[in-house]
């Protein structure tokens, strides 16, 4: 199991960037909220999902993250150099923290599922959750949380209850636009 840090220290791609955290409590979500912006890269970072390629870092892009309080998964917004929206990606996990330095992690459970801007729903790593259980890198208890966990994420976005969607969008413009994101953490 990998743990992964909300300020991607050690992602060497990125050779300049600006990681901002605060913590929210509110009636919407409670947690922590991260911006990591990239300014400067050795090279964009491309995906394919599907039928469809997109670039989802390059100079200008920046990445929100959700660490939602006692919950399995985290959500990263990852928007493009004109602050439009390219895909959600999430991740299931097993536990979340912060260090001593303030800095958002989780465990990674292997399972993520991504909706890209176009409504399209895509489970991923189902192989590497597999081979993880295979090889006792994880327990039966650790792939039934990512099981569920996704299996939850693709009911409620299905349904139309993943307030993730809607609430990146505001946080983008109100939170980070305004400066608000820097002035309150």
């Not at 990681?19 to 947690?31: A, I, K, M, N, P």
Request: aromatic share 16%; proline share 2%; hydrophobic share 35%.
């Amino acid at each position: 199991m990998k743990r992964k840090f909300g300020d991607r220290a050690n992602w060497r791609r990125i050779s300049r960037r600006r990681f901002t955290c605060r913590y929210v409590e509110s009636d919407r979500f409670t947690g922590y909220i991260t911006l990591y912006t990239i300014y400067n890269l050795k090279e964009p970072l491309w995906k394919t999902y599907g039928n469809h390629t997109y670039r989802i870092a390059d100079k200008g892009y920046s990445w929100l993250q959700y660490y939602p309080k006692n919950s399995h998964y985290i959500v990263t917004a990852m928007f493009d150099e004109r602050e439009e929206i390219i895909q959600w990606y999430i991740d299931t996990c097993k536990i979340q923290g912060v260090t001593d330095q303030g800095v958002p992690w989780f465990d990674d459970l292997y399972l993520d599922v991504v909706v890209l801007r176009n409504g399209e729903v895509f489970l991923l790593d189902e192989d590497e959750l597999d081979d993880a259980i295979h090889r006792n890198v994880i327990t039966q208890e650790d792939y039934q949380l990512a099981v569920s966990t996704a299996n939850n994420l693709m009911d409620n976005i299905n349904n139309k209850k993943f307030p993730y969607f809607l609430m990146s969008l505001e946080h983008r413009k109100q939170l980070f636009e305004n400066d608000e994101f820097r002035r309150n953490s």
